[in-house]
Nanobody, 123 residues
């Protein structure tokens, strides 16, 4: 069992930046890929970015909507991960979730989820 806790959400103006963090409770977190997903009100949860496990060479995947603006990273030794979000737009407003599982853009590939952190981008 891996418990995940997100932090770093908040309110930011369009064009601004936020950095989300994900802290895991167990060292085994490094054996899993880490993904970020988001869910806006009235919409389905959608993939944002993912990064592989410690043995996968830190492979990364991004949704087309965030490529060039968001950067995913992690510190395998510290059991943490982050999502740097730049050039934020109102359409990025959502609850952002950290997840651990298999490297994929499919939410069903992730077994462990955090509670989420709210990101609100004002125009």
């Amino acid at each position: 069992q891996v418990q995940l806790v997100e932090s770093g959400g908040g309110l930011v103006q369009a064009g601004g930046s936020l950095r989300l963090s994900c802290a895991a409770s167990r060292r085994t977190f490094s054996n899993y890929a880490m993904g970020w997903f988001r869910q806006a009100p009235g919409k389905e949860r959608e993939f944002v970015a993912a990064i592989g496990s410690s043995w996968s060479g830190s492979m990364t995947k991004y949704a087309d909507s965030v490529k060039g603006r968001f950067t995913i990273s992690r510190d395998y030794a510290k059991n943490t991960g982050s999502l740097q979000m730049n050039s934020l737009q109102p359409e990025d407003t959502a609850v952002y979730y950290c997840a651990a599982g298999s490297l994929s853009d499919d939410a069903t590939s992730y077994a462990y989820w955090g509670q989420g952190t709210q990101v609100t981008v004002s125009s």
